[in-house]
């Protein structure tokens, strides 16, 4: 063999070995290759080795079948009361079919997003201002099954939607800023309301308590008080009884029960009532107290004449 023509064998040895190189392919993973083969769809090659025929098979296009996120500009839209408002979406799709998202829609991406904005203007055109900002779990539940069901045919799954969010016109902004202050000082009001309720309430049934307190203490008071008398007065009756029955027992006679009369109705006497009934035997005692008395005091006033009259001289007496 001529150095010539060993030199174009090996030139054709190595651009058949760049060939082969260059028609071998290993898909990674999560990836997803479409083939075509003389321009039409040939099959779709998972992860691992492949080897395309040179010139005559084609890679359409690469898939990512990763989950994918889609964050795309807040849309105007217009609430079912003619309020203007601008909203911010984000979306999670993910590629299940690889020849379907190829094939199906051109732009895919550019569709996803006006489909986006169709359907939420559909969505919050039924909805009121008050009931779209409240209500999104209500728009991300329609959003996602409104755009899973238009993607199912270029093989794309609408995992979740989310609003991110909701912008309404600064003059309603400033409204809605006033209806919650407001709100909050009508909440503060009533709080204060019921923590003064609360207060005087405590404070009556402090009051109250104290009183009954009060009233129980001067009922035990009043207990002991009246306990105390009525055992004294037992004490006084039975030393009174204790006291006759003694004087019964000692027997008197009759001059001791007149002087104990007579002791009596000197007590009485001594009292507040202005008419006093006396029995006839204590006035026979009273008059025959009164006799003794002046005969006593003429004993008495006789003798210390005597004494006067004759000192020291002893009487004489007269033929």
Not at 198 to 210: D, F, M, P, Y
Not at 249 to 263: D, F, M
């Amino acid at each position: 063999m001529s150095i010539p023509t060993f030199i174009t064998v090996i030139i054709l040895l190595i651009i058949l070995v760049l060939i082969l190189l260059r028609n071998v392919r290993v898909v990674p993973q999560a990836k997803a290759y479409v083939i075509e083969r003389l321009g039409a769809y040939s099959g779709t090659w998972q992860t691992g080795l492949h080897f395309k025929i040179p010139l005559i098979d084609k890679i359409s296009s690469k898939v990512s079948l990763k989950e994918n996120v889609l964050d795309f500009p807040p849309q105007p839209v217009i609430t079912k009361d003619n309020v203007t408002m601008e909203i911010d979406t984000v979306i999670y799709y993910q590629v299940t079919d690889p020849k379907l998202y190829t094939y199906g829609v051109e732009y895919p991406l550019a569709a996803i997003e006006n489909l986006t904005a169709t359907t939420l203007r559909n969505i919050i055109g039924d909805l009121e201002l008050d009931e779209s900002l409240t209500s999104r779990e209500h728009i991300n539940a329609r959003m996602r099954e409104v755009l899973d069901e238009a993607t199912d045919p270029w093989g794309i799954k609408i995992n979740r939607v989310e609003v991110k969010n909701i912008t309404p016109p600064s003059d309603i902004q400033t409204a809605m800023e006033k209806q919650m202050r407001a709100e909050r000082e009508r909440r503060e009001s009533i709080l204060r309301a019921e923590g003064e309720k609360r207060s005087a309430i405590l404070i009556a049934e402090g009051n109250k308590q104290a009183k009954i307190l009060e009233a129980e203490a001067n009922k035990e008071q009043q207990i002991l008080e009246a306990t105390g008398e009525s055992e004294a007065i037992l004490l006084v009756q039975k030393a009174t009884a204790d006291g006759i029955k003694m004087l019964v027992e000692s027997q008197p006679n009759e001059p001791v029960v007149a002087i104990k009369s007579l002791e009596a109705f000197g007590k009485a006497a001594n009292g507040r009532a202005t008419k006093i009934i006396i029995p006839s035997n204590i006035q026979g005692l009273a008059g025959l107290a009164t006799s003794l008395t002046e005969l006593i005091k003429d004993d008495v006033s006789t003798g210390v004449t005597k004494k006067k009259a004759l000192p020291n001289q002893t009487p004489t007496t007269k033929g």
